[in-house]
């Protein structure tokens, strides 16, 4: 997958939208996914999903509110952030596993070898 490299952070107001995008200096691999962490917590899957974009996986916290899309032509991975609130704010990692099945295209970090450098979003309320 090479280097992944995120863009499209952010400082917003609850309520608000932001778009993140990660370009693939090489290729998206089977898995790919979104996480983020805040300050003093662990980092938590956001979303994932598989190369043909049919199967995704949210965290509870985002369904409904967050939309995971990859582009494999152009090899972006991209997370729509709608109704964004004040817990949403953190550094958010775009990543890529190189394990191959659905099952495994998980919200578990462990399973995720190649990771961005992380873009900044911040909610005010």
């Known amino acids: 997958q090479g280097q992944l490299v995120e863009s499209g952070g952010g400082s917003v107001q609850a309520g608000g939208s932001l778009r993140l995008s990660c370009a693939a200096s090489?290729?998206?691999?089977?898995?790919m996914g979104w996480f983020r962490q805040a300050p003093g917590k662990e980092r938590e899957g956001v979303a994932t999903?598989?190369?043909?974009?049919?199967?995704?996986r949210y965290a509870d916290s985002v369904k409904g509110r967050f939309t995971i899309s990859r582009d494999n032509a152009k090899n972006t991975l991209d997370l729509q952030m709608n109704s964004l609130k004040a817990e949403d704010t953190a550094m958010y990692y775009c990543?890529?596993?190189?394990?191959?099945?659905?099952?495994?295209?998980?919200?578990?970090?462990?399973?995720?070898?190649?990771w961005g450098q992380g873009t900044q979003v911040t909610v005010s309320s």
């Open positions: 990543a890529a596993s190189s394990l191959v099945g659905r099952a495994y295209c998980s919200l578990v970090a462990g399973r995720f070898s190649a």
């Open positions: 090489g290729y998206l691999t089977y898995c």
């Open positions: 999903i598989v190369k043909s974009g049919l199967v995704t």
